[in-house]
Nanobody, 118 residues
């Protein structure tokens, strides 16, 4: 069973940048799509960005042009570069595999907290 550990979160001012990292404790299959997700207390988890095994990326509308997802299968890593951060990006960020069933995934990591505040 794959386990993911997220890191790289923190407190940043509006307009700032962060780079999140996710290590998978199992070799990622090249064809496995991966996603970054985020959740604000009291709200449902949402998909922020996803990337296929062929490095085709898709983004939620509010982060397009600001966030970039990437992966390095040799290192079992997935990254999320976040630029021009706004307070609305404040959330706990998680990585996981991606498919259409993701809302019902039973297992999630601890996530990494991102707080955007002046």
């Amino acid at each position: 069973q794959v386990r993911f550990v997220e890191s790289g979160g923190g407190l940043v001012q509006p307009g700032g940048s962060l780079r999140l990292s996710c290590v998978a404790y199992r070799p990622l299959f090249d064809a496995t799509a991966m996603g970054w997700y985020r959740q604000v207390p009291g709200k449902q988890r949402e998909l922020v960005a996803r990337i296929t095994g062929y490095d085709v990326a898709n983004y939620e509308d509010s982060v397009k042009g600001r966030f970039t997802i990437s992966r390095d299968n040799r290192k079992n890593m997935v990254y999320l570069q976040m630029n021009s951060l706004t307070p609305e990006d404040t959330a706990v960020y998680y990585c996981n595999t991606y498919d259409s069933r993701w809302p019902s995934y039973p297992l999630w990591g601890q996530g990494t907290q991102v707080t955007v505040s002046a």
